[in-house]
């Protein structure tokens, strides 16, 4: 369902700029959009390389130099990201990419 509406929400918005009108005229859009952006997860980079040199993004499984498999995550109340419910300190360019959760969640079990 989120698939189609993010398909339906782009052609109004393509629509409104070929007739050179706002897309934020439209309150339905805006209302899709809002559900949009609750709904969806974004993969946001860390600002952090792994050994390899690859971007380490939230959401990504990273593997440290003991061979132990971790999610990173974002912590709220610490305002900083963390693999999985840790609350150590983790020097980040020991870490290495090996997948994300999104495609590769069964490397967590």
Same mark, same amino acid.
């Given at each position: 369902?989120?698939?189609?509406?993010?398909?339906? +929400?782009?052609? %109004?918005?393509? !629509?409104?700029? =070929?007739?050179?009108?706002?897309?934020?005229? $439209?309150?339905?859009?805006?209302?899709?959009?809002?559900?949009?952006?609750?709904e969806v997860d974004f993969m946001l980079p860390i600002g952090? +390389?792994?050994? %390899?040199?690859? !971007?380490?993004? =939230?959401?990504?499984?990273?593997?440290?130099? $003991?061979?132990?498999?971790?999610?990173?995550?974002?912590?709220?109340?610490?305002?900083?990201?963390?693999?999985?419910?840790?609350?150590?300190?983790?020097?980040?360019?020991?870490?290495?990419?090996?997948?994300?959760?999104?495609?590769?969640?069964?490397?967590?079990?």
């Amino acid at each position: 369902m989120l698939n189609r509406i993010c398909k339906y +929400l782009i052609g %109004k918005i393509e !629509e409104k700029l =070929r007739e050179g009108l706002s897309p934020w005229n $439209d309150n339905i859009a805006r209302d899709e959009w809002e559900y949009i952006e609750q709904e969806v997860d974004f993969m946001l980079p860390i600002g952090r +390389l792994d050994v %390899k040199g690859k !971007e380490i993004y =939230r959401g990504d499984i990273v593997k440290t130099k $003991d061979g132990k498999l971790f999610e990173v995550v974002y912590n709220k109340e610490y305002a900083r990201y963390q693999l999985g419910n840790k609350r150590t300190i983790m020097p980040l360019d020991e870490l290495e990419v090996v997948g994300n959760i999104y495609e590769n969640k069964e490397l967590l079990k």
